[in-house]
């Protein structure tokens, strides 16, 4: 069965700070997608990223990046001088091509202080 | 265009009785899913419709669950003789890929549950 691991309940960084937020998966599929989503005070979640099980190639987006590697099943997220405004709560998820759900991680509370 | 919508926003109910959350997929979208997230549970996946396909009814905590979508749009989630543990945000999520490409899946703001 699939799993989301997310280990860092909560962080709290000062502003400008980079901050990474881990994501370790398990999966018995050979293909499937890992996703992030942001979930902030206003309760609605917010797709950031997808990525399928071939491609291994980091990515970036402004202050956001991503780093996958399946060889440690991890797709840890980081972002770069953090700002206030990035205080959420962060969740990796799988799908795996077998299946039609999500399977969340239990999310990490990102807290941004000025 | 307008995103996934949910009402009611928020349902305060009585033990025992029947509630029923409604969800407006995004126009075009041909799969729509139903999650529930509460304190102590995190994001949990209830139920998905794809097209005319069987819906996946896997992730139903109970027989007192059950879903519907008619005319391959809107969505019903109705809980009968609603418990205390039922309390919860009842996400619903919307996506134009069938299952297996992945495509990303977009949320409604959810429907605040509280039983009484």
């Known amino acids: 069965a699939q799993k989301v691991t997310q280990a860092q309940t909560e962080i709290s960084v000062v502003e400008k700070e980079d901050v990474t937020l881990d994501c370790v998966y398990e999966?018995?599929?050979?293909?499937?997608?890992l996703f992030w989503y942001k979930q902030p005070p206003s309760g609605e979640l917010v797709f950031l990223i997808r990525?399928?099980?071939?491609?291994?190639q980091n990515e970036i987006s402004g202050r956001y990046s991503w780093n996958f590697q399946k060889s440690t099943s991890s797709f840890n997220f980081t972002i770069t001088a953090s700002q206030v405004v990035d205080s959420a709560v962060y969740f990796c998820?799988?799908?795996?091509?077998?299946?039609?759900?999500?399977?969340f991680g239990e999310g990490t509370q990102l807290t941004v202080n000025p | 265009g307008a995103g996934v919508s949910q009402s009611p926003s928020n349902k305060v109910t009585e033990k025992g009785k029947d509630v029923e959350l409604r969800c407006d997929p995004i126009?075009?979208?041909?799969?729509l899913y139903w999650y529930r997230q509460s304190l102590g549970q995190g994001l949990e996946f209830l139920i998905y419709?794809?097209?005319?396909?069987?819906?996946?009814k896997s992730g139903l905590p109970s027989d007192r669950f059950s879903a519907e979508r008619t005319g391959g749009s809107v969505s019903t989630l109705t809980i009968q003789r609603t418990q205390q543990e039922d309390s919860a945000v009842y996400l619903c999520?919307?996506?134009?890929?069938?299952?297996?490409?992945?495509?990303?899946?977009?949320f409604g703001p959810g429907t605040r549950l509280t039983v009484l």
């Open positions: 999520a919307s996506s134009s890929a069938v299952a297996g490409l992945g495509n990303e899946q977009f």
């Open positions: 126009s075009g979208h041909t799969a």
């Open positions: 998820a799988l799908r795996e091509t077998s299946g039609s759900r999500l399977t």
């Open positions: 990525r399928n099980s071939f491609d291994e």
């Open positions: 999966t018995r599929d050979t293909t499937y997608y």
């Open positions: 419709f794809q097209g005319n396909s069987a819906p996946d």
